[in-house]
């Protein structure tokens, strides 16, 4: 008998594509500030906090400014970013995940989301995935971001079950630690490069049954 109870995923880059629209809000920030943030660039920011991700930004830039100012920026970025993605509709879901949310019910495995994102709950209606999740804990929920387990363990919580019984969907590799360090399972979603200290790694939710899942742990 499997030992997962429940799943957690995470949203950008797992449920839905919103990693390009914080690509382009930063991207549009840095040709501000004067300085091109690219692609790789961007891989450092995936599963980080907003303000983390401007501080690694800036660093990139070289450019060193008071905290007032880094919020400012920060809510210039985020303005951008919600100007993106108030134009999201269900197309934007990614291939698998409404069949792969409905075996685990079968299954009667418990859903969780757990995201850094502040604009989760904007992003689900747009998309009309908020009634997916048992759970759903976002940026506005937790104090630390992560790589800190915080969101996991709140979420398995609420749950009502134990970390061990949990698997972590995650695309970015900040995220993939804090659910080791939770104590949880991982399926890394994207590269086997990046993830590589996941338990598993896959393309997308396409690429694996619940039933798969299940007998993996």
């Excluded at 690509?23 to 692609?39: C, Q, T």
């Excluded at 709140?154 to 079950?161: F, G, P, R, V």
């Excluded at 979603?189 to 990046?194: A, E, P």
């Excluded at 993830?195 to 299940?214: F, Q, R, S, Y």
Aim: aromatic content about 8%.
């Amino acid at each position: 008998m499997s030992k997962v109870k429940g799943c957690i995923f995470d949203l950008d880059g797992v449920i839905v594509d919103t990693a390009k629209y914080h690509y382009l809000a930063w991207k549009r920030l840095a040709g501000e500030l004067g300085f091109y943030f690219s692609k790789e660039d961007n891989e450092r920011l995936k599963g980080v906090s907003r303000m983390r991700s401007l501080d690694i930004l800036l660093e990139i830039g070289d450019i060193q400014i008071d905290y007032k100012s880094k919020l400012k920026l920060a809510e210039k970025k985020n303005n951008w970013y919600r100007e993106y993605i108030l134009e999201m509709d269900s197309s934007e879901i990614l291939d698998g995940v409404i069949d792969f949310i409905s075996q685990l019910r079968e299954n009667n495995v418990k859903i969780a989301l757990g995201s850094a994102s502040k604009n989760t709950e904007t992003i689900l209606e747009k998309v009309g995935m908020t009634n997916c999740f048992e759970v759903i804990i976002d940026g506005n929920k937790v104090v630390k971001a992560k790589p800190d387990p915080e969101v996991f363990l709140k979420a398995a919580s609420l749950l009502n079950l134990r970390p061990q019984n949990c698997v972590v969907f995650e695309d970015a590799l900040a995220g993939i630690k804090a659910a080791k360090m939770a104590g949880m399972y991982t399926v890394g979603v994207g590269s086997k490069d990046i993830l590589k200290d996941a338990d598993i790694v896959i393309p997308g939710l396409h690429a694996i049954l619940a039933n798969e899942l299940l007998s993996l742990f």
